[in-house]
Structures are given as structure tokens and as C-alpha cells.
């Protein structure tokens, strides 16, 4: 069954990349209101491939996202609004046989997400983010790794099993695909919670990652927790010309320059008081670990960050402090004038996008309010702030003690020739932490990708030889997974 899939994988890799040159040309990015229509087209693209191909119980399954606050530090978020999401891609093939014994055939959840950044700025793609084009053994596109190459990746190996085994699988197989992951996956939570009855698996597969570096297969098994917030800081009733009121009104900017520059202090540690209580460390054979990866510091400021110097708290490895530590980042301040030309305004209303990467043991709910009552106290005189989040996610350590573990390094020392190596991951998907804490299912993170893709970025690619990899390596998943029904 297996050399037969591969086989067929190998001989339809053409067709492969075609497909997925199509789904890369729909701009659905997730976050913009003007491409709901297009998210919901890439939605019905791929569930129109999960029927073709032969699964079964396909379906695009409506979502409404919560809008939330926390109520407390340790309390739950309570609901405030609701609104309609983008559209989850479920799919399911429950017709695996036992095993000789009787025990249970293997159930695997695979899952991705076909919703896309936004493309700006756009003036530094090399090509347009929506024509996908082929460079250097790369494709180039929007979403190309991040993460419609290897969401296909899974739907491509599903199919190449169910055309070279009689429309059968190794594994009875549950598939369920996101298109709010860019904007923190509240929908696809919101089912998990709700529908656990459908997505119950031995093993969660997820490609959203990427290897440590090229030709060296890598399991991911740790990720940072997010919270995400907005900082509303207002003054004045209206705006103020700045001659006439300057020097008596509040400037909401100015204030939140203010803030923002006291929530790190130049080091790199962030300010907020017991924002580091629950901080749990790596072991010390995990740092071992990192230590003997072929990391060269030099190589990642040039080539991965570009900048003059690397920062961050003193102390820590850069592979620490991007793995294993919180951190707190502003992503943009709105407010006042900024076109052409002059205008002498104070602004009567101002906005900053925050940010923090959270580690094991921390929790959304108590570190955003921490976060959330620090912000408070260092208000300046006359402005009134709304500190809120937009979205959170846990953080997660993945256990690398199942058999499931096992079966995905064996996978890839067969298409790659080498041990996999096990890292973690800076970024989050909070999908994970759903699958762990709801479901109770262990999730493998096998990612293909490279530290040099681009993902979130202009000239974002995927390495096509690392696409074809993946297919053979999930296909040998698959079958591995069922041959370990069980153990």
C-alpha cells in the first residue's frame, strides 16, 4: 500500500502543484471584510477536493466567532458579542479495518487552515502575492507555506492512499480545515468545544511548521501561547488644534507612547510585575538538545532578521529567547494625522496593537490581566484607556512519549535519510492547545517548511522539493499510524 501511494504521489507531483497554484490565486485573507467571498470560495475549493478524491461526509460548516473579555485571572472569558466567521472544511473516512486482535482501527485528525495574511506591502513581492510563480525550485505566493502548500500536503496523500488501495485508508481519517487561523481560530475552538464527538482521534497531525533547517526532518514539539489586545486611549471630546489647546489638553498619543515605553525596559525584560511567576524553564536536556542544532547566530541576524544587532533579555541563548520566553511586542499605533502635508491636530483618539508570546506554564486569562491592570496604573493624567483583547491561545509542550512519535520519525527517515530532530516553535496555534485540552488527543506538529519561506511577509514561498517530501512522508505517516493500532 505504502510504495504504491508514493509511487503514485511521485508520478502525479505535477498535477499536485497545479492544484495548488489554483487555490494560492484566491486572496482569502481572513482578517479583511472585502475578502469574505474569497475565503469562502477557498473554503468550497477544497471541500470540492475532499469529495473528488473520496471522503466522505464532506461539508462547510458555518461558524460565529465570539467576541470576549476576561472576566478575571483565573476566571473563564465570558461572551459579549457574536459574529459570523469564516467557514470551517470538515471530512471524515471511518471505514479502516481492525486490527488482527480486534482492537480498534487508528483514527487520525488532520488538520489546516486555508486562510492567508494579508499580502502588503505590496511593492516588495518580486511577483504578485496572488500569481504564483515558480523560481529556483520555490513557489512563490501568499499562503504558499503558511499554510495552503502544506494543508495540501495532507489532502494530496489522503487522495494518493485512496487511489492505490481501492478506495480504502490505513487509518479511519477525520479532516477538519480553518479559514480564521490568521485572526485566532476563535471558530474552529468554538466546534472543538461543541462537536468534540466528531473530531475524537488517537493522534492530531498538523504541518504549520517548518524544519530547523533544509534536508534535516524536524518534529515541533512546543509552541508559545499568544494574547493579542488593542490599547484605546482617548482624550479630548473631539480633536484640538494644537495651538490654541497644546499645552493644556491630553494627547492620546503621546500617552500611549508613554505606556508603550514602559511595558519592556531596554534589556528586553518586560515590566509587567508578576508577569513571570509562572514561567516554567526547559529541561536541561532540552537545552542540551538546542545547543547541538546547527544554529549559526550570525547567518539568522543577516539573512532570517536583517538588522544591525539581535536583541533580548540577557542571559538567554537566542534559540531560548525565541522558544522558551514570553515576550511582549507592539505591532502598530494609529492615531492623529499622518498624510501629506501638515495638520496641527490633537488627536482625540488613539489605538496600539500589543502583543505577548506566552510559555508553559502561563495562561491567557491571568497574564492578560496582569497585563491589563499594569497598563492601568501607568495611564497619564486625563486620557481614559479600553485595554481588550482580540484573541488568545495557550501554550503547549507536546509529549514525545507515544507510539505516534515514533511512526512520524520513522515516516521521515525513510523520504529524508536522517534522525528528525525535535525543537519548538516561537509562534502559536491555538488550534493545538484545543485538541490537548479538549479532545485529550496528542498532536504531532511535522511541518515542512523552511526558516527562510516568508511566511507573514512579502515573497513568502514553499521549497517544492520540501511539498513533495511532505506528501510521501504523510502517506508513510498514515500507514505507520495503522500498523501501530494500539501499542
Known amino acids: 500500500m505504502c510504495e504504491a501511494a508514493v509511487d503514485f504521489a511521485r508520478k502525479n507531483g505535477g498535477r499536485f502543484v497545479e492544484e495548488l497554484k489554483a487555490l494560492l490565486r484566491i486572496p482569502s485573507v481572513s482578517t479583511d471584510p472585502e475578502h469574505a467571498a474569497d475565503v469562502r470560495r477557498a473554503a468550497e475549493f477544497v471541500a470540492a477536493e475532499l469529495r473528488r478524491i473520496g471522503m466522505e461526509n464532506v461539508r462547510v460548516v458555518e461558524t460565529s466567532t465570539p467576541e470576549t473579555i476576561f472576566a478575571s485571572s483565573s476566571g473563564p472569558a465570558q461572551l459579549v458579542a457574536e459574529r459570523t466567521g469564516h467557514p470551517l472544511v470538515y471530512a ?11 482492537r480498534p482501527a487508528t483514527t487520525v485528525l488532520l488538520y489546516g487552515h486555508y486562510d492567508v495574511q494579508p499580502p502588503e506591502p505590496l511593492e516588495e ?9 515558480e523560481r529556483d525550485g520555490n513557489l512563490y505566493a501568499r499562503g504558499a507555506v503558511d499554510d495552503k502548500g502544506q494543508m495540501w500536503m495532507h489532502v494530496k496523500a489522503l487522495e494518493s492512499l485512496l487511489a492505490t488501495d481501492g478506495g480504502r485508508l490505513p487509518v479511519n481519517a477525520r479532516v477538519i ?24 482521534a488517537d ?5 504549520d511548521t517548518e524544519m530547523f533547517a533544509p534536508d534535516l526532518p524536524t518534529l515541533c514539539v512546543g509552541l508559545r501561547g499568544m494574547i493579542y489586545t488593542e490599547i484605546e486611549a ?3 471630546r473631539t480633536d484640538l488644534h494644537s495651538g490654541i489647546y497644546g499645552g493644556a489638553a491630553p494627547n492620546p498619543l503621546v500617552a500611549l507612547a508613554q505606556i508603550v515605553a514602559k511595558l519592556k525596559d531596554e534589556s528586553g525584560h518586560i515590566s509587567i510585575p508578576h508577569f513571570y511567576d509562572r514561567v516554567a524553564a526547559p529541561s536541561d536536556g532540552e537545552l542540551a538538545t538546542w545547543a547541538a542544532l546547527p544554529f549559526d547566530a550570525e547567518h539568522y541576524r543577516k539573512k532570517e532578521v536583517g538588522s544591525t544587532a539581535l536583541t533580548g533579555e540577557a542571559g538567554f541563548s537566542i534559540l531560548e529567547r525565541t522558544w522558551a520566553r514570553p515576550t511582549l511586542d507592539v505591532h502598530g499605533i494609529a492615531g492623529g494625522f499622518t498624510g501629506a502635508g501638515a495638520k496641527t491636530v490633537i488627536p482625540a483618539r488613539a489605538v496600539a496593537k500589543v502583543s505577548m508570546r506566552l510559555v508553559p506554564d502561563m495562561t491567557p486569562a491571568e497574564s492578560f490581566a496582569l497585563y491589563k491592570s499594569y497598563v492601568e496604573s501607568i495611564c497619564p ?3 481614559t484607556l479600553d485595554v481588550r483583547p482580540i484573541h488568545s491561545g495557550d501554550p503547549i509542550v507536546v509529549s514525545t512519549e507515544n507510539p505516534y512519535v515514533r511512526v512520524a520519525t520513522s515516516a521521515m527517515r525513510a ?5 528528525t530532530v525535535f525543537v519548538r516553535g516561537g509562534g502559536s496555534i ?12 496528542p498532536t504531532l506538529l511535522m511541518g515542512f517548511g523552511l526558516p527562510d519561506d516568508n511566511l507573514h511577509a512579502p515573497n513568502e514561498k514553499f521549497h517544492l522539493a520540501n511539498f513533495h517530501r511532505g506528501i510521501e512522508s504523510i502517506i508513510r505517516f498514515l500507514v505507520g499510524a495503522g500498523e501501530a493500532q494500539g501499542q
Open 415 to 419: 523520504v529524508f535519510g536522517r534522525e
Open 203 to 207: 493522534v492530531a497531525l498538523v504541518s
Open 430 to 441: 491555538p488550534i493545538v492547545g484545543d485538541f490537548i485540552r479538549e479532545l485529550g488527543t
Open 92 to 102: 471524515d473516512f471511518l471505514h479502516a479495518a481492525p486490527a488482527a486482535d480486534g
Open 234 to 236: 482617548r482624550g479630548a
Open 125 to 133: 513581492w518580486i511577483s504578485p502575492p496572488f500569481e504564483p510563480e
Open 381 to 383: 493624567a486625563g486620557i
Open 177 to 200: 480545515i480553518e479559514g480564521e487561523e490568521e485572526v485566532g481560530g476563535e471558530g474552529v475552538a468554538a466546534f472543538v468545544r461543541e462537536h468534540p464527538e466528531e473530531l475524537r
